[in-house]
């Protein structure tokens, strides 16, 4: 069973900076897409940005030029970087994992999983 675990979030003002880690367990023999999605509460959970086993990424237009994504694969991990933050980013962030393939990869490559979340708070 796949398990992810989100640290590094936290409170901090507005123009700060803060960096998001989530390790992926039991992902050994596969690739697989990593992510960032956030949630306010009482509100759809909506996509910050992902990264691909290549490295390509992609954003949301409300985070481009402020957080960037990348990914230790030796180390099954993938970090956020976010800066000049802003009240409006104050959220529960979520990491979720799918794609997974390769040949001795034994996860369907539709499975999505998702971390526990991990609070940042941005004071104006």
């Known amino acids: 069973q796949v398990q992810l675990a989100e640290s590094g979030g936290g409170s901090v003002q507005a123009g700060g900076s803060l960096r998001l880690s989530c390790a992926a367990s039991?992902?050994?023999?596969?690739?697989?897409?990593m992510s960032w999605y956030r949630q306010l509460p009482g509100k759809e959970r909506e996509f910050v940005s992902t990264?691909?086993?290549?490295?390509?990424?992609s954003y949301a237009d409300s985070v481009k030029g402020r957080f960037t994504i990348s990914r230790d694969n030796a180390k099954n991990t993938v970090f956020l970087q976010m800066n000049r933050l802003e009240p409006e980013d104050t959220a529960m962030y979520y990491c979720?994992?799918?794609?997974?393939?390769?040949?001795?990869?034994?996860?369907?490559?539709?499975?999505?999983?998702w971390g526990p979340g991990t609070q940042v708070t941005v004071s104006s």
């Open positions: 979720q994992t799918t794609g997974y393939a390769g040949t001795w990869c034994r996860i369907p490559r539709a499975a999505i999983y």
């Open positions: 990264i691909d086993t290549d490295g390509s990424t």
């Open positions: 039991s992902v050994a023999r596969c690739r697989y897409m």
